[in-house]
């Protein structure tokens, strides 16, 4: 009865078991998780080069990894963090006391607006200025609200935030340090043929390093430059609408001007020229530049992706998995193009008949070519 066939399928369904119950285990730290192997992922070339000045010390270059990454990304990201937590509390407190005042805005656009531009919108029954006052005015009311009860849980939730962040310090350390012999064993373990499993993983590692890379340099460049245009306007609140304006630039193309344009609306509609046309001319010349060059040349061209397959799986992942949906989403865009890439060109894969060659990357190509196996050969 204890045949070899039973024994395979019961230590399978063990294997399956225990790794659903580990997944179950860490997914309380799945941010921690993800944003600890794609920090890994990208300063992965840096910590090679360290390894190399400090002529083989593992830990010393790990752990200047570790600072440098501290130093470049996470502590400013901590400083803005305050500060925006304090913009948050004085813009709702302007808005609760009337000082910010939405629907007076809205108002102000209304009584600059031509008459046949009114006759419109009531023949699209869309006339009913009053209830989009009454609209606006209960919106930026509720908004507010949210906006307190969210700095509230992230006030409520900061002890959660830390242990996150320390597991996330934790696993980058060793990520770094051993990132080069998991991948091994993973390679080893997956039960794929060689360059299969090298072609994946080669393309996980790039489209991570290419989304992290390319969208928090676009949203940087976006939020920064919209930040500052909001500043030198006067418009209260330049560091929150800075920090919406890069979050929203996560979704290409129409992210930031989602912002920027109502407020250059207004400036118009209200008589200030000069400053709408410098915000336009800002949005459209400058933001619009940074995400149709900066986007396409760091994310694009790496991930080897069309356009709108970035876009969709960008926006369908922040549906799903919230912020660090950016990430998840083209990854998974990306593998699913990989896998079906290497179904359609080996034809019958694992069947005896037949077996094709992924399309070839250095990595794939020459195993050899591999970081954590230069240094091997």
């Excluded at 996150?164 to 064993?185: E, N, P």
């Excluded at 694992?350 to 399309?359: L, R, V």
């Amino acid at each position: 009865m204890n045949s070899p066939q039973l024994q395979r399928g019961v230590f399978l369904a063990l294997l399956a078991v225990v790794t659903a119950a580990f997944v179950w285990v860490l997914l309380p730290f799945f941010g921690a998780v993800l944003w600890g192997v794609a920090l890994a992922i990208l300063f992965t070339p840096l910590y090679k080069w360290l390894l190399k000045k400090m002529r083989g010390k593992p830990n010393a270059a790990a752990l200047s990894t570790l600072a440098i990454c501290l130093f470049i990304v996470i502590l400013p990201l901590a400083m803005v963090g305050v500060s925006l937590v304090q913009e948050i509390a004085l813009v709702t407190q302007n808005i609760r006391s009337g000082q910010i005042n939405f629907a007076a805005y809205f108002q102000q656009i209304l009584n600059a607006t031509p008459q046949w531009l009114l006759g419109i919108f009531e023949r699209f029954n869309l006339g009913d200025m009053q209830a989009w006052q009454d609209r606006i005015s209960a919106a930026a009311g509720q908004g507010s609200q949210l906006i307190a009860g969210q700095a509230l849980t992230i006030g409520q939730n900061t002890f959660d935030f830390i242990v996150s962040f320390f597991v996330m310090l934790y696993l980058l350390y060793f990520l770094v340090r051993d990132g080069a012999a998991l991948s091994k064993t993973m390679r080893d373990a997956v039960p794929l043929a060689k360059p299969h499993t090298h072609y994946l993983l080669n393309k996980f590692t790039t489209v991570i390093r290419a989304t992290v890379k390319g969208n928090v340099a676009v949203a940087i460049a976006q939020g920064t430059i919209g930040g500052l245009a909001f500043w030198f306007l006067g418009v209260q609140g330049a560091l929150l609408w800075a920090v919406l304006m890069a979050f929203l630039s996560l979704l290409p193309a129409v992210g930031a001007a989602l912002i920027w344009g109502p407020v250059a609306i207004y400036f118009l509609a209200t008589g200030h020229f000069w400053q709408g046309g410098v915000l336009i001319f800002v949005g459209v010349f400058v933001i619009g530049l940074v995400d149709n060059i900066l986007r396409p040349v760091l994310v694009g061209k790496d991930t080897q992706m069309p356009d709108y397959i970035v876009l969709m799986s960008t926006i369908g992942g922040m549906a799903i998995f919230g912020i660090n949906g950016f990430v998840i989403g083209p990854v998974i865009a990306a593998l699913f193009m990989a896998a079906w890439s290497l179904f359609a060109d080996s034809g019958h894969i694992g069947n005896g008949h037949q077996t094709i060659e992924p399309p070839q990357t250095p990595e794939a190509a020459d195993p050899a070519a591999l970081p954590e196996n230069r240094k091997k050969g």
